[in-house]
C-alpha cells in the first residue's frame, strides 16, 4: 500500500496527534539568524517497526551533524500517526553536501530505509529572511 503526503504550512500546535519526544513537543537547536542559510527539508513518513533503534539512531545523528562543520541548527516535529519534518540548517551548499555524503550518516539512511520508514522527501533552499517568536 502506497501512502500519500499532504503538503501543509506547519503551525506549532496545530497538528492533532502531535507526541511528545522525551517531554518536547517539537525540537529547536539553532544559531543565529536563518538568512543565507541552507535548509534540508525531510519530511517523512515513519512506520512502528523497531522505535528504539529508530530513536537511538536519530540521536545519534543529530549530535553527529552538530559536529559537522557549517552546522547550524535542527527543527523536528513527528506526529503520532508517524509523519515527520525535520530541518537542518547548513552554512553553504557545499556544508549540507558533505552531511549528505557522511559515510556514517549515508549507513544509517541506508539503514531508514530498509527498516524505519515508508516513505520520505528531502528538499534542499535557500532561506531568504526568517522569523522566530517565543512566548515569555
Same mark, same amino acid.
Given at each position: ?37 541552507? =535548509?534540508? *527539508?525531510?519530511?517523512?513518513? $515513519?512506520?512502528?517497526?523497531? #522505535? +528504539?533503534?529508530?530513536? &537511538?539512531? @536519530? /540521536? ?45 550518516? =549515508?549507513? *544509517?539512511?541506508?539503514?531508514? $530505509?530498509?527498516?524505519?520508514? #515508508? +516513505?520520505?522527501?528531502? &528538499?534542499? @533552499? /535557500? ?10
Amino acid at each position: 500500500m502506497q501512502r500519500q503526503f499532504k503538503r501543509r504550512g506547519f503551525v506549532p500546535g496545530a497538528i492533532p496527534g502531535l507526541r511528545r519526544d522525551r517531554k518536547r513537543l517539537f525540537t529547536v537547536r539553532m544559531e543565529g539568524e536563518r538568512a543565507g542559510q541552507i =535548509a534540508v *527539508i525531510f519530511v517523512s513518513q $515513519r512506520n512502528a517497526d523497531d #522505535d +528504539a533503534g529508530y530513536a &537511538a539512531a @536519530a /540521536e545519534a545523528m543529530e549530535a553527529l551533524a552538530a559536529q559537522q562543520p557549517g552546522y547550524r541548527g535542527i527543527t523536528s516535529v513527528r506526529e503520532a500517526g508517524g509523519a515527520g519534518i525535520t530541518i537542518s540548517y547548513w552554512a553553504d551548499h557545499a556544508s549540507a553536501r558533505a552531511w549528505r555524503d557522511h559515510p556514517d550518516h =549515508a549507513r *544509517i539512511r541506508d539503514a531508514g $530505509r530498509g527498516r524505519w520508514y #515508508d +516513505a520520505y522527501e528531502v &528538499a534542499v @533552499a /535557500e532561506v531568504s529572511r526568517s522569523y522566530y517568536w517565543r512566548r515569555g
